[in-house]
Each structure stands twice: as C-alpha cells, then as structure tokens.
C-alpha cells in the first residue's frame, strides 16, 4: 500500500465534493484556468506540442488541430515533458509485468504507473503517469461511487469486486492493484475464468460494490437470479463496454438497484459517471470533451457525434489536447435533481469500429450495432456477439432464452440486414459456452474485419 498515494486520493475526493455545487460559470472559468496552464506545461516540455501547435499557441481550443492514436505513439518521446521517460523502456517494464507477473501498482522506476490499451481499435497505445497525475485517475475513478452515494472511510471500508482484466498492464489492473489497502479491500476477478469459479469468489467475498464488464455483469445477474450467486451490492457499476437498456433491465432485477453506467477510459480515466437518480455527468473540471462530425465540427448537445475529441486537464507527463477517440456519444444539457451543474451526456452509442460495412444494393452499407440489439438481446441468455467475416456474419449466443430458437435467430438477423439495405450476406448462427474476448477480455457486441 502506497500511502502517500491513498492520502493524495483522499484528499482529492473532499476538495472534489466542494465542486458538486458550483455553477455553469464556475465550471467554465476552471475549465479554462486549468486549460491555459495545461497549454503552458505542453509547449514548455514537449518539442510535438510545441510543433503541432505552431503559430497556434495563443488561438482558441477549438482552432488547434487534433491530435489522433497514431500522431502520439508516433512521436511519443517527443510528446513527453521528461526525458526521464521512453516508450521503448515503458514498453519493456510492461512486458516485464506481463511475463514476469510483476506488481502493476508497483511504480516503475519508483515515480511512474502505467498502462496500455490492447489495441482493438487499430494499435497498442501505451500512457503514463506521475504520482500526482495517477493519484487524479484514482480519484476520478472512486468519484463514481461519491456520485452514486456510496460512502466509504475509515470506519466502513468499500469492499469492491472487479470483474474484468486481470492482464496487468490494463489500467484496471493498474487502478486495482494501487487501491489494495484495508479501506478498499479488493477482489480482482478475471472475467475469462469460469462462470461458477467466479460465482463461489463473489459469495465469499460478499462486494458492497461490483464492477465489471457488462457482458460480464449480464450472466451473474443470470446466476443471482437462479440462486446461485447470493450478494447483494450496495451498488453494481458497468464500465468499458456499452451497457444496453435491455442488460441494465436485467442486472436491476437481480439486484433491486439500477445499475451505474460509467464511462472511462485508458487515455483518460473517468470520464462520465452517474449520480443517485442515474443521470450521467461529464467530468467537467477534469476534462473537455468536444463531439465532433466526421469533418471534425462540433456538434450540438442532442446530436451524436461521429468521433470525440478529449482534453485532459490533468495530463502533464503525456499531455493530450483535442485527443481522438472513436466513441459516438450525445451530450444533454445541463439541470439535475441531484444539484450537479455538470453536463449532462445523454448517449454512449460505443465506437465507430462497432459499425459493420456491408454490401448493399446500391454499394457498401454502414450498419449499426443497435440493429443487432433489437434481435439478439432477448435470444441470448448470457450475452451475444456478432463477428463479421468473408460473405457472412458469424452470430454467437452465449445460452438461449427460453422460447426463443436458432431459427427465429436467423429470420430476425436476415430481416433486419434486409431492412438496413443489406445484400449478399450471410448468418451463421451458433450457441456457444463463452464468448470471445479480446486480449484485455472485453467482449465487444460486434467485431468487424481487420483491414
């Protein structure tokens, strides 16, 4: 247990509580503090900042140019603000975590954390760290359960169980391994280990809070209700996959609560986190976020956008300035009954790469993932999966509901492919015990051809 770390994480999340009452204005005015000091850091350490921005460093954020996956692991040494710090060393510590089975809440070089993503989206991106900087991800992590009413301290320790990657250079891994002390005794599960190995853990353990992936989190719900699992979270907390109505419905039903759909990632930390009457607001005084169209103009709140570009308020060690992400998100407005100011993001749609691109009669045809859900979230009893390749489209259902059948699987997918626009293709339709999961053991509900 690292103390310094848990005192700069404890002390974050007081001074963080004083920010749930400030208003539109206040919000604003740090934002753009936080955000010119942020400015000022890049351009004095980093040579890529100072050269993306060029003749730029004085304009407006929304006139610098966006900064994409490939532009910073490209030039990653350059876009660092210390020499102290190499991809090709971070890449080696990882590595050295991954087949040595180090300790990921163990600072490399005693001064830095890091993590990597496993790059289902095109490339490995790997990010990194200070104590204070990681002491920030931290905290914006354990503000979901600040929002979501959850208390914890000294006399009532968060016993909190997480269902995910137990790879050790995902930051959840990361973000665990740093929190393990006796006032957040942690359970860390490995969403690819067997469905009954991970319910006897969970009865023993007894979690206030669960987190896990969502096609994690719809099969316990599945053994809570066949009275295998016997837990009962004080809150249940969906993260790094799409969370949909129709698994949400469920997981309320095992557990009497609606479930917490927060929104985070690797580059970023949290970025989105709900409060008690599950309105979901934006980290505001962490981070900007900009949805943006195609062309990269913004649009307005009650549209989705094609892709989000994100600044991170905190970032120092690897500044990230209009960074490019591929989620599709809408932003809502702001008024709550919880009395946060903060915006409100109305839609996590998931990523551009969710969308299939299939023959159509008058050429390709983007097809988009809710298509699917519409068929397949009353078939699959523990979740689904759609896996493009040549001519065809394999579906996997994880169980069969009740009442439900392989045929009427594919009448409904060929229907709806039909309806979109879709030709000349194909569905397999299949039951399988597991489903398939990515290096990092998330299972996307839909996974296209690599180009």
């Given at each position: 247990?690292?103390?310094?770390?848990?005192?700069?994480?404890?002390?974050?999340?007081?001074?963080?509580?004083?920010?749930?009452?400030?208003?539109?204005?206040?919000?604003?005015?740090?934002?753009?503090?936080?955000?010119?000091?942020?400015?000022?850091?890049?351009?004095?350490?980093?040579?890529?900042?100072?050269?993306?921005?060029?003749?730029?460093?004085?304009?407006?954020?929304?006139?610098?140019?966006?900064?994409?996956?490939?532009?910073?692991?490209?030039?990653?040494?350059?876009?660092?603000?210390?020499?102290?710090?190499?991809?090709?060393?971070?890449?080696?510590?990882?590595?050295?975590?991954?087949?040595?089975?180090?300790?990921?809440?163990?600072?490399?070089?005693?001064?830095?954390?890091?993590?990597?993503?496993?790059?289902?989206?095109?490339?490995?991106?790997?990010?990194?760290?200070?104590?204070?900087?990681w002491g920030t991800v931290l905290a914006s992590?354990?503000?979901?359960?600040?929002?979501?009413?959850?208390?914890?301290?000294?006399?009532?320790?968060?016993?909190?169980?997480?269902?995910?990657?137990?790879?050790?250079?995902?930051?959840?891994?990361?973000?665990?391994?740093?929190?393990?002390?006796?006032?957040?005794?942690?359970?860390?599960?490995?969403?690819?280990?067997?469905?009954?190995?991970?319910?006897?853990?969970?009865?023993?353990?007894?979690?206030?809070?669960?987190?896990?992936?969502?096609?994690?989190?719809?099969?316990?719900?599945?053994?809570?209700?066949?009275?295998?699992?016997?837990?009962?979270?004080?809150?249940?907390?969906?993260?790094?996959?799409?969370?949909?109505?129709?698994?949400?419905?469920?997981?309320?039903?095992?557990?009497?609560?609606?479930?917490?759909?927060v929104y985070a990632a690797t580059e970023t930390?949290?970025?989105?986190?709900?409060?008690?009457?599950?309105?979901?607001?934006?980290?505001?005084?962490?981070?900007?976020?900009?949805?943006?169209?195609?062309?990269?103009?913004?649009?307005?709140?009650?549209?989705?956008?094609?892709?989000?570009?994100?600044?991170?308020?905190?970032?120092?060690?690897?500044?990230?300035?209009?960074?490019?992400?591929?989620?599709?998100?809408?932003?809502?407005?702001?008024?709550?009954p919880c009395g946060r100011s903060f915006m409100?993001?109305?839609?996590?749609?998931?990523?551009?790469?969710?969308?299939?691109?299939?023959?159509?009669?008058?050429?390709?045809?983007?097809?988009?993932?809710?298509?699917?859900?519409?068929?397949?979230?009353?078939?699959?009893?523990?979740?689904?999966?759609?896996?493009?390749?040549?001519?065809?489209?394999?579906?996997?259902?994880?169980?069969?509901?009740?009442?439900?059948?392989?045929?009427?699987?594919?009448?409904?997918?060929?229907?709806?492919?039909?309806?979109?626009?879709?030709?000349?293709?194909?569905?397999?339709?299949?039951?399988?015990?597991?489903?398939?999961?990515?290096?990092?053991?998330?299972?996307?509900?839909?996974?296209?051809?690599?180009?």
């Amino acid at each position: 247990m690292d103390l310094r770390l848990i005192s700069r994480v404890l002390f974050l999340r007081a001074a963080w509580r004083k920010r749930d009452h400030w208003d539109a204005a206040r919000i604003a005015a740090h934002q753009a503090h936080a955000l010119q000091e942020l400015r000022r850091a890049a351009y004095a350490g980093s040579e890529f900042y100072r050269r993306h921005h060029a003749g730029l460093h004085d304009a407006p954020l929304n006139q610098l140019p966006i900064v994409t996956k490939a532009d910073l692991m490209e030039h990653f040494d350059e876009a660092v603000t210390t020499p102290d710090v190499r991809i090709s060393d971070l890449e080696n510590h990882l590595r050295f975590l991954t087949e040595r089975g180090g300790d990921p809440g163990v600072p490399w070089k005693g001064k830095w954390w890091a993590a990597a993503t496993a790059g289902t989206t095109g490339r490995r991106e790997t990010f990194v760290w200070n104590r204070s900087e990681w002491g920030t991800v931290l905290a914006s992590y354990a503000r979901a359960n600040d929002w979501a009413g959850i208390s914890a301290g000294l006399t009532r320790p968060l016993k909190v169980a997480l269902v995910s990657s137990r790879v050790p250079t995902h930051q959840s891994a990361v973000v665990g391994a740093s929190l393990r002390s006796r006032l957040v005794p942690t359970l860390r599960l490995d969403v690819t280990e067997p469905t009954d190995e991970t319910v006897a853990a969970l009865n023993r353990f007894q979690p206030r809070v669960l987190v896990g992936y969502a096609s994690a989190l719809k099969p316990l719900a599945a053994e809570q209700h066949a009275g295998h699992l016997h837990i009962s979270p004080q809150g249940v907390m969906s993260a790094s996959e799409v969370l949909t109505p129709h698994t949400a419905a469920e997981l309320e039903a095992a557990w009497g609560s609606a479930p917490f759909d927060v929104y985070a990632a690797t580059e970023t930390a949290g970025i989105v986190s709900p409060c008690k009457y599950r309105n979901r607001h934006v980290y505001e005084d962490l981070l900007i976020i900009e949805p943006v169209d195609r062309d990269g103009n913004p649009v307005p709140p009650g549209t989705t956008g094609a892709r989000l570009l994100v600044t991170v308020l905190f970032s120092r060690t690897l500044p990230l300035i209009r960074y490019e992400m591929s989620d599709t998100v809408r932003l809502g407005g702001r008024g709550c009954p919880c009395g946060r100011s903060f915006m409100l993001m109305e839609d996590i749609e998931g990523r551009i790469e969710d969308i299939l691109h299939l023959p159509g009669r008058t050429g390709t045809v983007a097809v988009h993932p809710i298509l699917f859900h519409h068929v397949l979230d009353q078939a699959g009893l523990a979740g689904w999966q759609v896996i493009q390749e040549p001519g065809k489209l394999r579906v996997l259902l994880a169980g069969l509901t009740p009442g439900s059948s392989l045929e009427a699987v594919r009448t409904g997918m060929r229907t709806a492919l039909s309806e979109a626009g879709a030709i000349q293709t194909g569905v397999d339709v299949r039951i399988v015990d597991q489903l398939e999961r990515t290096a990092l053991g998330k299972a996307p509900f839909v996974r296209g051809m690599k180009s």
